[in-house]
């Protein structure tokens, strides 16, 4: 039967043969809702079956591919209090044994007598040979009938997916190959031909088969080296198109400063540091230079970003303009409001504050201010850039913690200007973003670094504690107590849930308030409390009456208490690198020395522990950030999904730094040649582009 031409990457999943409505909701939580979503869940290994190794010959450091069959199944608890599941396989040579720590659930797919393939590094463990947490794989009699050519998974190089519960190899490996041959055909290709030329790649539908379903390595490496560069191409043709899109804007000259900043300044209890007076020079030379300034400003925690921002601003307002503060969350955005209106008060200027949960009679009175210019500097959440707030003589939007809003709301704010000209653009974080990231990820701005800490910091001590110590660890946040400081209580989770083994903030806020802290103010914080009921224990904590605060990651960005010096974060396993250090980073921001104690309640494995360990022995947030990077991967980068960009399947920004760069000039010299993408290959880029980053690619329909 002839195909039909309108299936495309866009195809739902569910009209591919053998997909019905459950397997169809099995691939959605796999992120799999289009053809070209299942396209482009490429594997994430390959068992080589060509040349499977004896077990018998397998050594030390190996990376190898064994057949064998189950012999034994083994589950026990270990001294540790963990789970230790051991599997033995045997083949005609020798067995090998596979260990699983904590992952109990995996027995039942063991019984003796299937056949197992599995992959992994071979480690000698008291003199026998072992694989911990291998790949591996079932080997079914017979595929599913109907659903899977048995060629796919014998004889080759044979692809392993991630999977998820209802979805198994055997059935995604046919699916995929489906899908493959249906779209592949129907499917235009994405880079320029002299570009396909110049570094000898495969077209599009040749290295999406390899990818897949390789004949060999050398295959499989030219589709993997496409692929990635088209990756990294794609987002880097978005990063030229808004330079030379920010370059054509003319932008509002600032140069005429009046005397606020000096005030707010001179009234400041310390000098500003080194990198501060830096890094305003920077922005300052931007905003008096005509063009809109877009830049990036990094620092790490307890840096002083938030006050250079604010002395950006001031040089705005002085001017007679007005300025915007965007958060991602209503406790930064609260805690904005009290610190810098304070500030502002001072100096004659005036601020207000936005939220989701503003009433409503108040939100008309402030957007009512904001439009007659009655207001200088407007702070708030994404409330700030809804269609009805207008700021006309709006010169400067700052956006707080950037990468929590992504691509899409980049410059948003500055459509609600009524001024001639472009307003300018600040935007800061400070999750450390590695430069080799941040190139990728914000090629479109120039980047500025606060590489300094305020004089009289002192560095937080890191312990890792067990839990049966953490006695100890309440003794010590007690005595932090009694000496007039504070205390954050960390848990991943707000509520119990069946199956999962981990403490909630909920029920440890009770035990802690009548067993553990008795007769001290114990106060409970978590995203699901009311707007105003999350802003009224931030308070109570920030003036001193509370003096534990038992949260969750709410509290992760931002929020600003210089009296907590000790956080006790339990299951630090739960969390990435680039977050621990911001939970970490709300206490070290007096002069006090701080203290942060990692409560780990159960067995680790050994990969996992020496990233908690790495956490504890180092303070530099980009050594983490690079860290985090290389140990999970870059994923989605970007942040959300609702951001507008893809994460990286592929490419990795830490390891392919050179790439990078190629792709860097590929995409300005093609875009010098063609600016606005109108040839016939330029509409082609310009298609991948718009599939990619929808509306937010800077270029005019059609």
């Known amino acids: 039967m002839a195909m039909k031409p309108e299936f495309s990457l866009a195809t739902p999943v569910q009209f591919l043969k053998s997909v019905g409505p459950a397997r169809a909701r099995a691939l959605s939580?796999?992120?799999?809702?289009?053809?070209?979503?299942?396209?482009?869940?490429?594997?994430?290994?390959?068992?080589?079956?060509?040349?499977?190794?004896?077990?018998?010959?397998?050594?030390?450091?190996?990376?190898?591919?064994?057949?064998?069959?189950?012999?034994?199944?083994?589950?026990?608890?270990?001294?540790?209090?963990?789970?230790?599941?051991?599997?033995?396989?045997?083949?005609?040579?020798?067995?090998?044994?596979c260990v699983w720590f904590n992952q109990k659930f995996l027995l039942k797919q063991f019984?003796?007598?299937?056949?197992?393939?599995?992959?992994?590094?071979?480690?000698?463990?008291?003199?026998?040979?072992?694989?911990?947490?291998?790949?591996?794989?079932?080997?079914?009699?017979?595929?599913?009938?109907?659903?899977?050519?048995?060629?796919?998974?014998?004889?080759?190089m044979v692809p392993v997916y991630g999977l998820t519960s209802g979805i198994g190899q055997y059935w995604l490996r046919g699916l995929i190959d489906q899908a493959l041959t249906r779209a592949v055909p129907h499917h235009l290709e994405s880079l320029p031909p002299e570009l396909i030329?110049?570094?000898?790649?495969?077209?599009?539908?040749?290295?999406?088969?390899?990818?897949?379903?390789?004949?060999?390595?050398?295959?499989?490496?030219?589709?993997?080296?496409?692929?990635?560069?088209?990756?990294?191409?794609?987002?880097?043709m978005l990063m030229a198109l808004r330079r030379s899109s920010h370059r054509q804007e003319t932008g509002i000259r600032l140069d005429q400063p009046g005397d606020m900043t000096g005030k707010l300044v001179g009234g400041l209890p310390f000098d500003l540091t080194r990198a501060q007076r830096r890094v305003l020079n920077e922005i300052l030379a931007d905003l008096r230079s005509g063009d809109p300034m877009h830049r990036m400003v990094q620092g790490d925690v307890g840096s002083g970003k938030t006050l250079v921002a604010l002395i950006a601003a001031l040089f705005v307002i002085e001017q007679g303009y007005q300025a915007v503060l965007m958060a991602p969350t209503e406790v930064l955005a609260r805690q904005?409001?009290?610190?810098?209106?304070?500030?502002?008060?001072?100096?004659?200027?005036?601020?207000?504050?936005?939220?989701?949960?503003?009433?409503a009679a108040e939100r008309r009175a402030i957007l009512a201010g904001v439009a007659a210019g009655e207001v200088d500097l407007l702070m708030g959440t994404h409330a700030i850039i809804q269609d009805d707030v207008r700021v006309p003589r709006l010169a400067l939007s700052i956006i707080d913690e950037q990468h929590r809003f992504g691509v899409k709301q980049r410059g948003a704010s500055s459509s609600a200007t009524e001024t001639d000209h472009v307003a300018h653009l600040m935007v800061m974080s400070a999750t450390p973003i590695p430069r080799s990231l941040s190139l990728t990820l914000f090629g479109d701005l120039d980047l500025s670094l606060i590489d300094e800490l305020p004089a009289g910091r002192q560095?937080?001590?890191?312990?890792?504690?067990?839990?049966?110590?953490?006695?100890?660890?309440?003794?010590?946040?007690?005595?932090?107590?009694?000496?007039?400081?504070?205390?954050?209580?960390?848990?991943?989770?707000?509520?119990?849930?069946?199956?999962?083994?981990?403490?909630?903030?909920?029920?440890?806020?009770e035990r802690l308030q009548s067993e553990v802290f008795p007769g001290l103010k114990v106060a409970l914080l978590h995203g699901r409390l009311k707007s105003r009921d999350k802003a009224a224990v931030m308070d109570r904590?920030?003036?001193?009456?509370?003096?534990?605060?038992?949260?969750?990651t709410?509290?992760?960005?931002?929020?600003?208490?210089?009296?907590?010096?000790?956080?006790?974060?339990?299951?630090?396993?739960?969390?990435?690198?680039?977050?621990?250090?911001?939970l970490r980073g709300r206490i070290g921001r007096g002069t006090a020395q701080s203290y942060c104690w990692l409560l780990c309640d159960r067995f680790l494995a050994e990969e996992t522990y020496n990233r908690i360990r790495f956490f504890a022995s180092h303070s530099d947030g980009f050594a983490l950030a690079e860290e985090d990077l290389r140990l999970r991967g870059p994923g989605d980068a970007w942040g959300v999904r609702q951001s507008g960009a893809p994460g990286f399947r592929l490419a990795n920004p830490l390891t392919d730094v050179d790439l990078v760069q190629v792709c860097r000039d590929d995409a300005r010299q093609f875009l010098d040649a063609d600016p606005q993408l109108k040839s016939k290959v330029g509409r082609l880029v310009a298609k991948a582009l718009r599939e990619s980053f929808g509306r937010h690619v800077p270029l005019q329909a059609g």
Not at 336 to 359: F, N, Q, R
Not at 564 to 580: C, D, K, S, W, Y
């Open 336 to 359: 904005h409001g009290a610190s810098i209106g304070k500030l502002c008060d001072a100096i004659g200027v005036s601020t207000e504050t936005l939220t989701g949960s503003t009433p």
């Open 197 to 236: 030329r110049k570094h000898r790649f495969p077209d599009r539908g040749t290295a999406l088969h390899d990818i897949h379903f390789p004949a060999d390595r050398k295959a499989m490496d030219r589709a993997v080296a496409r692929l990635k560069y088209e990756e990294l191409f794609t987002i880097q």
């Open 459 to 509: 560095p937080i001590r890191t312990e890792i504690v067990k839990e049966k110590d953490e006695d100890e660890v309440w003794k010590a946040c007690r005595q932090e107590v009694a000496q007039g400081r504070q205390v954050y209580v960390i848990y991943p989770i707000i509520e119990e849930t069946e199956g999962q083994d981990l403490k909630a903030a909920t029920v440890e806020w």
């Open 111 to 156: 019984r003796a007598g299937k056949k197992v393939m599995a992959s992994g590094v071979v480690q000698f463990h008291g003199g026998r040979p072992q694989l911990a947490h291998p790949d591996f794989e079932i080997l079914e009699a017979e595929p599913e009938s109907g659903t899977v050519e048995a060629g796919l998974n014998t004889g080759r």
């Open 554 to 582: 709410v509290v992760e960005v931002g929020v600003d208490v210089p009296n907590a010096t000790a956080m006790v974060i339990h299951n630090p396993e739960r969390f990435g690198l680039a977050q621990l250090h911001q």
């Open 29 to 97: 939580r796999l992120g799999l809702e289009t053809v070209g979503d299942l396209l482009a869940h490429y594997p994430k290994r390959y068992f080589d079956r060509t040349s499977c190794l004896p077990i018998g010959q397998a050594r030390p450091g190996q990376e190898v591919t064994v057949l064998g069959e189950v012999l034994t199944c083994s589950d026990r608890r270990t001294g540790r209090g963990g789970n230790l599941l051991t599997v033995a396989i045997g083949d005609d040579s020798g067995v090998m044994f």
């Open 541 to 552: 904590f920030s003036n001193g009456e509370v003096q534990v605060l038992v949260a969750t």
